[in-house]
């Protein structure tokens, strides 16, 4: 199991590879990969079916006792196999969809990595590798949805999508930790099997807010539910497999995965069903007021996110059952609507829905196609839809707040009905109008993918029995921690109160649809909520970013090397002087023996050096003092011992009056272009700085102890380097290494500043 989740990262590059005079069948190539991941679960259904739960582990960090595992139970099956099943048409279609492209290669290449991040999110065996493949997705998706990177609007999508997931995988990652560290384990089989000491651990509540923020942001949540249409400037295939899914349903899935663990609280339960309710009916609403077939099928997936953590959220068995069944419904329908419009754009040209008409005689498969799914999505017979939505009812029905959650849904339920009919009614079966462009009838590989989408809907609503007892039942057991129960499947439950919403949710849906244009005149604000809201605080929040990096890069990275000294020199000084107040570090003064007549004038040398340095009014004065300092420095040397160091020193000194002043010679005429102010900062800033490193000095003899370090230079010198001058010996034996760097260093800087003078600007130039 490992080498096939791997599978897609070792095999993508060949993606980029120019396959010459089969270009054609790319789709079908890359489709290879998918498809025999799905023969290959296929292999392992049975045994599934059965109870039976399949663990691969692979030693990762064994210091930390981190194992790569994958875990495979029905839940994890059924994701996995919608993944690479809708997978295998997806590739079909981009292929068809994207022929003649440029940098084709490269689509198909963050497609199959996605495609392998997603199967390792639901296969993850232990909640670490579950958040790499998680942050993979977030990462491959940028990439995708930001494919047409030439366009503006393409380039704000992806980025937006990642900021809004990456914040929210960073939450995750928080909480995974915490339940990590509460239950005594990372592996699911661990949290799994640790519910009850979990939901009664303190850190229950902050691990549970942490993992939601990152499934709400993921699964497009209200508030965070703005990025999901934005990426619907993504090619369509890329949206088709997003949204149908993929990455919007990872959220979806850490929710079911966890629901034994963390689900069953007062919390779960108000805070799921809270946003849940509120993303249902957000995004049906918000659907009604898009032209656009993608954006409208955005909105709707929107609502069905919000569906399904709803349903999560209420935690009965019926409900969770009721999730299983929606889940799958709604990948079916929702692929196969994306992939029709699509295939549209690329027949007719366009997209928008007041524009398209009676599409149905041109492209009868299509229509075919796009119908059957848009009657599921509305909840009729016999798709499977109309059972998904039954089950919905059932579960709200039964629910506490049975009545809130009922009115939420039905409400939905006709928002969904009539943003179905918008979808098909008039693009496809309305008169046709001559003005559209000139129709290309759609290859096969174009509508091949919704039909098989559509009559699978179809299938599974006439004969729910085809994935229940093989499918659903495993996943529901591991949603429910129970055992193998087989799901309520069937399209006649006999004349009861949800056949009776049903009906009634047709009835209003049809009558909303028919009276839309009349609702088009409330104003905007109720309409599409465009100008308000989270997107609207994530515009604001992202230029008050921008802003705050203007000013902090006016502010620190200004071009001026005083101001970068005086920020190093700041921040040291405040982060030091802290760290010792908070400490309480107060040296006291070592008694200083009394100093001699040479010891007096040498620090009297140096004194003046520095303040000459200070006050100079020119640039070779203040140099001249400042080599002073250093002969000042080496006289110290050769008075305590360190004749061969005090030559350096000398040395050193020497060559740096030197170069600067064979440097210095061609600058400008030295200004003073300081203030006062300026200047009084600036030694505020110097007199703490040296008074900081005295007192780092007084406390480093305070504290004496010795060295193990200076002993051993001292005992290897000889032995080892065969010098007598310890000094010498650290740097041209014990450290040569970094020596030389440094002389490579000021060699190459000197060299730098060295043609940096003799530029010379022409005539006329700056």
Known sequence: MIWAVLAGFFLAPLALLPLGSVARWRGGLHALLPLGLTLFLLRHLDAVAQGRILVARQPWVPGLGIDLSFYLDGLSLLFALLITGVGTLVMVYAGAYLHGRPQVGRFFFWLTLFMASMLGLVLAGNVLTLFIFWELTSLTSFFLIGFDHEREGARQAALQALLVTALGGAALLAGLLVLGQAAGGYDFATLLSRGEVLRAHPWYLAGLLLVLGGAFTKSAQVPFHFWLPSAMEAPTPVSAYLHSVTMVKAGVYLLARLHPVLGGTSAWFWLLVGFGGATLLTGAWLALWQSDMKRILAYTTVSALGGLILLLGIGSEAALHAALVYLLAHALYKGALFLTAGAVDHAVGSRDVNQLRGLARSLPLLAAAATAAALSMAGLPPLLGFVAKEALYRAALAAPAAGLLTGIVWVSGVLLVAAAALLVARPFFAAPRASLAELHAPSPALWLGPVLLAAGGLLCGLAPGLVNRPLLTAAGAALTGGALVPLDLAL???????????????????????????????????RGASSWGAARLYDLGVAGLYGLAYRQTRLLQNGYLRSYILTLVGFAVGLTAFTLVGRGLSPALPGLAEPRLFEGAVALMILCGA?????????????????????????????????????????????????????????????????????????????????LMTLLMLLVLEAGGGSRVADFFAEQTWPAAHGRDIVNVILVDFRAMDTLGEIAVLTLAGVGVHALLRLRAGAGED
């Open 492 to 526: 006649w439950h006999g004349f009861d109160a949800v056949l009776l919403l049903s009906l009634l949710t047709l009835a209003a849906g049809v009558a909303l649809y028919l009276n839309l244009a009349r609702l088009a005149r409330l104003p905007s604000f109720w």
């Open 611 to 691: 303040l000459f340095a200070v006050f100079s009014p020119s640039r070779l004065s203040a140099v001249v003092a400042m080599g002073t300092i250093g002969y000042g420095v080496a006289l110290i040397f050769v008075e305590f011992g360190a004749p061969d160091l005090a030559m350096t020193q000398f040395v050193i000194e020497t060559m740096t009056v030197i170069l600067f002043v064979l440097s210095i010679h061609r600058l400008p005429t030295y200004l003073p272009r300081s203030s006062r102010w300026i200047q009084g900062r600036d030694a505020v800033v110097a007199i703490a700085a040296g008074g």
